[in-house]
């Protein structure tokens, strides 16, 4: 089955500096990749998700890149602020299959 | 506002004691999601819904029961069968198929006396 790896667990970024996480997956035939935001005793919200056909997809200071043929997947936040610290999982899924494979989630601390 | 809604936000659980964690969301959505979160760690899938009167268990759906006899609503019960029940449950939501975006409640926290 799919398995979805996640580093780093734990990232400390200077405020206004760049933070990257990224993701591998096993299954070649996973087509959608989700990010999600967990915030300390809320439920996790997405904040951006690729499909297989498309290489970047870009949202204000949120982007992602997959990597089809070294199956990975980053998310990079960009000029990083204090509301950024939250925990973020990323997640896998194919066509044939209605669940989504998450990753173990990375802590990220901006240090003001 | 359209939302999903988990109750009660905390929750205890005496030994023996099966108890049901409540999740109504009104996006409309065919498909609805049971997850377990233990701390430090990432979500695992209890049971799954994708339509009305329907469900398959996850990889995690021993000691837990679920209904769906309404689209709104996804109940669960953790039964005295789970032996290890303390973790925070998340429910979701989203519409019918794979590859779709799901929607979260903010979770019930639940824990043994």
């Known amino acids: 089955g799919e398995n979805v790896e996640q580093h780093p667990s734990t990232l400390s970024v200077q405020e206004g500096d760049s933070a990257v996480i990224k993701c591998t997956y096993s299954?070649?035939?996973?087509?959608?990749f989700p990010w999600y935001k967990q915030e300390l005793g809320k439920g996790p919200q997405l904040i951006i998700d690729?499909?297989?056909n498309v290489g970047e997809k870009k949202d204000q200071r949120i982007a992602v890149t997959l990597n089809k043929t070294a199956k990975h997947f980053s998310l990079h936040i960009t000029e990083t602020q204090p509301e950024d610290s939250a925990v973020y999982f990323c997640a896998a899924t194919m066509d044939s299959n209605y669940q989504l494979i998450w990753g173990a989630g990375t802590k990220l601390i901006i240090k003001p | 506002d359209g939302g999903i809604t988990q109750s009660p936000k905390y929750l205890f659980r005496k030994e023996g004691q099966n108890v049901t964690l409540s999740c109504e969301q009104n996006?409309?959505?065919?498909?609805m999601y049971w997850y377990r979160q233990d701390p430090g760690q990432g979500l695992r899938l209890i049971y799954y819904?994708?339509?009305?009167?329907?469900?398959q268990k996850g990889d995690i759906a021993e000691g837990y029961s679920v209904s769906r006899e309404k689209k709104e609503s996804f109940p669960l019960t953790v039964t005295s069968a789970q032996k290890n029940p303390t973790a925070f449950y998340l429910c979701?939501?989203?519409?019918?198929?794979?590859?779709?975006?799901?929607?979260f409640g903010d979770g019930t926290r639940l824990s043994i006396l």
């Open positions: 979701a939501s989203s519409t019918q198929g794979s590859g779709q975006p799901q929607h």
């Open positions: 819904s994708q339509i009305v009167n329907d469900f």
């Open positions: 690729i499909r297989s």
């Open positions: 299954d070649s035939a996973s087509n959608y």
């Open positions: 996006l409309n959505h065919d498909a």
